[in-house]
T-cell receptor, first 112, second 110 residues
Framework: EAQVTQNPRYLITVTGKKLTVTCSQN?????MSWYRQDPGLGLRQIYY???????DKGDVPEGYKVSRKEKRNFPLILESPSPNQTSLYFC???????????FGSGTQLSVL | EDQVTQSPEALRLQEGESSSLNCSYT??????LFWYRQDPGKGPEFLFT?????EEKEKERLKATLTKKESFLHITAPKPEDSATYLC???????????WGAGTKLIIKP
């Protein structure tokens, strides 16, 4: 089944404790992206990747890192999480530049 | 500045009561306008892409239309299972990135 898989589904952590949210797609998509979703603010892009080893900042990149060493994987790294990073995170992918996005099921992160 | 505004923020309808959701946009050169459906706690699911003014697309009880300034998502005789948040996003000719609206939360009461 074609899908975007995120893990974990739920994560509770404390301020300053490094964490990684994994994202994997099995559709051989070139483009991958991370979003955060907060009530009333809609989806905001954190980082995106046009292909392996090519990443770029979105609208809200501060406090986040990403890497794209393989085409299928695009992990999101929070090196020192803070409470304002408490949010619902989505990974998404698409074949190229202008097609529809396929989303993962989301990761609900709480930073205490 | 490119932006997308969806209205209303929330809409409560009785089952069978038809209505429309609005997505107004300003973008320098529209490449495409996308509609997604999002159920609580889940990722958005693709519904439609519209590319040019006058274009219409339908899927079951949903029909999306596009003008040069806005798009409408018409819901005909909705059922409770149509309850969800509907998201609109636009993509400009000059940019791969999507500009998202805040969404409209639709509640259909039996």
């Amino acid at each position: 089944e074609a899908q975007v898989t995120q893990n974990p589904r739920y994560l509770i952590t404390v301020t300053g404790k490094k964490l990684t949210v994994t994202c994997s797609q099995n559709m051989n998509h070139e483009y991958m992206s991370w979003y955060r979703q907060d009530p009333g603010l809609g989806l905001r892009q954190i980082y995106y990747s046009m292909n392996v080893e090519v990443t770029d900042k979105g609208d809200v990149p501060e406090g986040y890192k990403v890497s794209r060493k393989e085409k299928r994987n695009f992990p999101l790294i929070l090196e020192s999480p803070s409470p304002n990073q408490t949010s619902l995170y989505f990974c998404a992918s698409r074949p190229g530049g202008y097609e529809k996005l396929f989303f993962g099921s989301g990761t609900q992160l709480s930073v205490l | 500045e490119d932006q997308v505004t969806q209205s209303p923020e929330a809409l409560r309808l009785q089952e069978g009561e038809s209505s429309s959701l609005n997505c107004s946009y300003t973008v320098s050169g529209l490449r495409g306008l996308f509609w997604y459906r999002q159920d609580p706690g889940k990722g958005p699911e693709f519904l439609f892409t519209l590319y040019s003014a006058g274009e219409e697309k339908e899927k079951e009880r949903l029909k999306a239309t596009l003008t040069k300034k806005e798009s409408f998502l018409h819901i005909t005789a909705p059922k409770p299972e149509d309850s969800a948040t509907y998201l609109c996003a636009v993509q400009a000719d000059s940019n791969y990135q999507l500009i998202w609206g805040a969404g409209t939360k639709l509640i259909i009461k039996p």
